[in-house]
């Protein structure tokens, strides 16, 4: 058997052979003779490459003597240094960019799923990952590594030995969808669901649909798309792609379908054609339902065996902070939905609690939604408005929103605006409450994970 090597050790000489932005490389490099890429001098290890990047606020040459303290092997940046092995290249973003097309590009027997959506996409992913790693040897996104950078990262792990990569792709701005399909042109794709997120940038529902579609540019005939046929954006749009296609859902006749689906969203059977499957999520959620139907569409119009698919679902045990339920003495219940949140992820994770714990008394404290641009005040009273429908006790808000998620409550619901997340604890004694359960949902900037500090748990 061959060895594994990663397939960048193998295919950089050729491809600097002929890139056009190219503008100098030393002599004395042995192109092959390197470990790993990174773009991150503190975490250079001996032998590997610095990519010198450029960010808003930094240039990423003025790390290379850093990179070479800590052992690396040669540099690629845009000037020269006083590295004795560099490569200077017009653009370290768009070399990465070219690199890691070029690098799906030369393997063609690699099957390549694209995964975009408002919602969902990483569990998507995760999913797709135990199911697709049943019968082949596969390659995913770490954790969210999705845009313009974290995107070509996870391409220059792939080895000869990758038969699938999956790859999630993020945007909250117009044409990186666009861009990211140019690099890894995917011969399988899914849009998870169109949702209000990322609203600052790209403005409304129709932009952010017309933003995620960009995914299937590089289709032909023979690609295939996996789409939710519960989401009003994909009726009109899956009808004009010409490639192979699967749909799923739950309110509507898909191809792919959630049938029996217990009130706590723990267990479900998967109906395809006149079969049905029997599905206990380890990680509950309507959400999770959602996302195993999508990764299921996705398995199965790629001919994955069906008991790989059930295994796969079953064995996926949820993503950190993203609606962890935590059970705790006396009947109380703490939600942890902290890794993020816009409108849609927010009322849905609402009208999850009330649905899963009908009994309980409901407390959220919720953080700012970041990135809605004009809308956010809106969007932040309507929060409330759900707040009050789906019968929460009490509302902590915290953010420079924090007003706003009180404007459509009645006398029914306490609040109470925090001024840190420490304050919390002047209002929340777990050993004093019982039969609770406990929302605690936040956009990532908002670090709302800190709550649970202050709650001592």
């Known amino acids: 058997m061959s060895k594994e090597i990663l397939l960048a050790k193998i295919k950089l000489n050729e491809f600097l052979k002929n890139y056009k932005g190219l503008a100098y490389s030393s002599s004395n490099i042995e192109l092959g003779n390197f470990n790993n890429i990174s773009t991150d001098s503190r975490k250079i290890n001996k032998g590997d490459i610095f990519i010198a990047l450029d960010g808003e606020n930094f240039r990423g040459h003025n790390f290379i003597s850093e990179a070479l ?72 996104t770490h954790a969210n590594l999705n845009n313009q950078i974290g995107l070509p990262l996870t391409i220059f792990n792939l080895s000869n030995k990758h038969q699938v990569l999956i790859l999630e792709m993020g945007t909250n ?65 899956y009808s004009k792609l010409n490639c192979r296609k699967i749909s799923y859902g739950i309110t ?24 049905n499957y029997p599905v206990k999520l380890k990680a509950p959620g309507i959400n999770n339902i959602y996302n195993s139907l999508c990764s299921a569409a996705l398995a199965i119009i790629a001919n994955v065996e069906i008991e790989s698919i059930i295994s ?21 219940v703490i939600i942890n939905d902290t890794y993020n949140a816009n409108p849609d992820s927010t009322v849905r994770a609402i009208e999850m609690v009330k649905e899963m714990f009908p009994e ?62 420490s304050d919390i604890k002047k209002h929340i004694n777990l050993n004093s409450i019982d039969n609770t359960v406990i929302l605690v949902k936040g956009s990532r900037g908002m670090k709302m994970e800190q709550i649970f500090s202050s709650l001592d748990l």
């Open 173 to 237: 701005s117009k044409g990186e969808i666009k861009n990211l399909a140019k690099i890894a042109k995917p011969n399988f794709a899914t849009i998870t669901n169109i949702g209000k997120g990322h609203t600052e940038g790209l403005i409304d529902k129709k932009n952010i649909f017309l933003e995620k579609s960009d995914i299937t540019n590089y289709f032909h005939s023979k690609s295939a798309f996996s789409f939710n046929l519960d989401d009003e954006f994909m009726n009109n749009f």
């Open 69 to 140: 303290g800590n052992g690396a092997e040669f540099c690629i940046s845009t000037k020269k240094s006083n590295a004795p092995k560099q490569i200077i290249v017009n653009s370290t973003l768009d070399f990465i960019q070219d690199f890691a097309g070029y690098l799906i590009k030369s393997n063609s027997k690699l099957k390549t799923y694209g995964i975009t959506g408002t919602n969902g996409k990483t569990s998507t992913k995760e999913i797709l990952r135990n199911i697709m790693s049943k019968q082949f040897n596969v390659l995913a």
């Open 360 to 421: 309980k008394k409901k407390i959220a404290i919720l953080g700012s939604m970041l990135e809605l641009g004009e809308t956010s005040g809106l969007e932040h009273q309507a929060i409330s408005e759900q707040i009050k429908l789906n019968n929460f006790n009490e509302l902590f808000s915290y953010g420079n929103n924090a007003a706003d998620y009180s404007k459509n409550l009645d006398s029914n619901t306490t609040f109470v605006a925090l001024e840190n997340h």
């Open 252 to 275: 509507n006749s898909a191809d792919v379908t959630a049938q029996n689906i217990q009130n706590d969203f723990s267990s479900f059977n998967l109906k395809y054609r006149d079969s």
């Open 312 to 332: 796969g679902i079953n064995s996926f045990e949820g993503i950190e902070n993203r609606f962890r339920i935590i059970n705790l003495k006396k009947g109380n």
